[in-house]
């Protein structure tokens, strides 16, 4: 897990924020400012982190989000910001690979990357001494096992019992549940971890000790990231390294998945584990005794009988047992898992080879295909780069939400796009589960098709549509009913019927209360939700159906009501008010929008449209091209292409002044005549067909034409600060619109793109892409917060 090490960074940099003045200043101004960014999982949108260049950012995350992003694929990420991840990820950055041993094809991977113009550095942190290749490893010298409390943890021992029990999960349950029955009889052992290989065994184990009334937790890697959190905090506290054991300290048991064997400075007085490679065993032992306090330890193997391969750890499980055992004999029937004793052993029996995957070729071609994003980018499976040949694929994200159970599935895009996916609120989950997940569904709840229940696959406000399980592709956001089941605060339950907790409230006060004011908050008051707003929620659902009836009598009758909806929406606002968890506080300025179900109030702040970053206040073009210049100048101050970025930040905008756009963002045909051009709109009142923008019109490209660029860095940027024209843009139904011909195969702009590739290279491309893309947020950002009155 991450989590543990995302807190100890969140730490660090509140410690040096605390202490600028102090003797860190010198280092504190060196460093400037710091971010710290948790991405275990990715979903479109949730990324406001990229948006500064101008920050040390510190990402905790994994290999299938980091490699992702890299090779301009991010999962999670909308196709239209592919690129802006490949140029944050790419930029003067440091990676630190933890249990290298275990990520041998992405090491090879980034090698190929440093040679072709990725500006990374990468240092493989190991305790396996036996990692190969060109790599330099950071690992312990001689200098630290002479440390006093080196030799502490070294010199401890961990005395563990080897079992062979059946191969079924009730069998292994049994074993493991006897075990603890005769640990928990010690008295200074009050701390018990469980591991095993399956998070269904896990789960299987964890309602077994849970219906003996012993205090438990169960931690796999298929949880929520905000309710992953709550719980870590919670079990951290009970088992964290360093604590003082007291021996009327209560027993509490962790059931865990091999989530359990990084990250996490967990401190256990027993563990028993499932057989596993002795690479893994090592890890989780290490989480016995983890500090060399209690000097002497217990804990139990338990080994399959006549388990030839595993879903997980493959054919390394028998030998791994046949060394263990050998070990065993020789030591009067246990193993010492002490790092010393261990050490020991192996030099005199060395472990039985554990094979490793190795990553496919990553060809000049390979990087050419995967540099071009966009829409009719080619789909590329990335597993084989990532995890090396035969590894499985990557997983997707589920989100629960519950006011989609009362909608027909034609009225969830509507409903998701009013609150787009977070990723607390997501969990992770390989593909194929996900499929038997929903095409298990009873036959009431199935779709019309027959294959499986319906979900809303979600890669951006561009690109959302309805799908069945067979459409599910690697990396892709799910957003599913709530009363589909499948979860509960545990994680990954997919026995579970229950209705899942919608977690998109939470959520979004947390990145509120993180991240600022400039956020948009979306107070949902529909069918499904009503459980949310809590006691009142009968009265809030009353009033708001006097309002939505009112809405709908002055539609259908075309009377005038204005002043009883306006008492109506007050009314509503005051009994919203009185609601605690500070959902209302969150609301500035709010305003009321139409829900699939009922209806959403929704605040003033950033709302990115895909095409468009609105702020909700119009601004001015010639404002906006002078904002996002400064802010491209401040982003950049001592970078090479620094002109060619404050040029086009400049004029990226300039379509905009098409007379159609115009129309489009004063919300009539009168003001876009009468006022000046805006780059912003304070709200869309009219569609883009009543604008009369033809579809498929980019105003990027118009830009082209409408301001004259010669340099050829800056047309691209300019063109391509929406992640289009990299180099495919859809076709403009108009062909006489402005910036209708980049569009064109025949035309030049695919020359344009190759010829910019092989000077730059396609990272430097998207780092410069990246710092104009950012400037401009920023100065969006900014906008959003400034009064009317500044306003044009």
Known sequence: MVDAVHKHAQRLVQYLQENRDGPLAAMCERLGELQVVHLPGGV??????????????????????????????????????????????????????????????????LAVLQGTGADLSVIPVTATSNLDGPEKCLSLDERDFAHDIVQLRRNASKRVRLQEVGASDQELSRAALLALANLRNHPEVRKIALVVNRASTARTLFEQIRARKVDCALLTERMRPFEADRLANGVFHEVRAGRHRYASDRLFVVIATHTIETGSDFDFDALISECAP????????????????????????????????????????????????????????????????????????????????????????????????GPYAPEVDLTAWLHGHGHQVADVILIWRDDLSPLPAEDWITAVALLPPMLREGLPLPAPAARRFLNSADSEDRNGTGHGRTVLCWRGPDDVCLITPEDIRPGDTLVLPAHYGGCDRWGWAPESAQPVQDLADACQLER??????????????????????????????????????????????????DAALKEAYLDLLALLAQLPGGLVSALRDPRIEPHPG??????????????????????????????????????SPHHPQRWELVQAAGAHDAGKAEVHMQVLLHGHPLPAACGPALAKSARHSLALHQAGLPRGFRHEF???????????????????????????????????APGAGFAALQGHWLQHWNDLCQQYGPWRLAQLEWRLRAADARATMEEALQTEEAAP
């Open 278 to 373: 002795l690479s893994a065993l090592r890890q989780r032992f290490g989480r016995l005794d983890r500090l060399g306090q209690l000097g002497q330890s217990q804990g139990w193997v338990l080994h399959r009988s006549g388990q030839k391969a595993d879903l997980v750890y493959g054919d390394a499980l028998p030998s791994a047992w046949a060394w263990l055992m050998a070990r065993a004999a020789e030591a009067g029937g246990y193993v010492d898992f002490g790092l010393n004793a261990f050490d020991q052993s192996l030099a005199t029996a060395p472990a039985p080879a554990e094979g490793y995957l190795h990553a496919a070729t990553l060809l000049p071609r390979h990087i050419q295909i995967l540099s071009q994003t």
């Open 44 to 109: 479109f949108g949730d990324d406001d982190w990229v948006l500064y260049p101008e920050r040390l950012s510190i990402v905790l995350t994994t290999v299938d989000q980091l490699g992702s992003r890299l090779l301009f694929r991010g999962y999670g990420v909308s196709p239209q910001r592919w690129s802006l991840h490949a140029g944050f990820f790419s930029d003067d950055t440091l990676i630190v690979v933890d249990e290298a041993h275990l990520n041998r094809p992405f090491l090879q991977t």
């Open 598 to 635: 009922g209806l959403v109030i929704r605040g003033q702040g950033i709302e990115d449209l895909g095409d468009l970053i609105e702020t909700g206040r119009p601004v001015s073009l010639e404002r906006h091209h002078r904002n996002v210049a400064r802010w491209a100048e401040t982003l």
């Open 512 to 561: 509120l209360q993180a991240a600022g004011a400039a956020h948009r908050f979306t107070l949902r008051l529909a069918d499904g939700h009503w459980p949310m707003v809590g006691q009142a929620a009968r009265t809030i659902e009353t009033q708001t159906r006097i309002l939505l009836q009112l809405q709908q009598q002055r539609e259908e009758e075309e009377v005038e009501l």
């Open 702 to 736: 118009a830009s082209l034409v409408f301001e004259p660029m010669e340099n050829p860095l800056v047309r691209h940027l300019v063109a391509t600060h929406h992640g289009q024209g990299r180099p495919w843009s859809k076709s403009c139904s108009d062909s006489s």
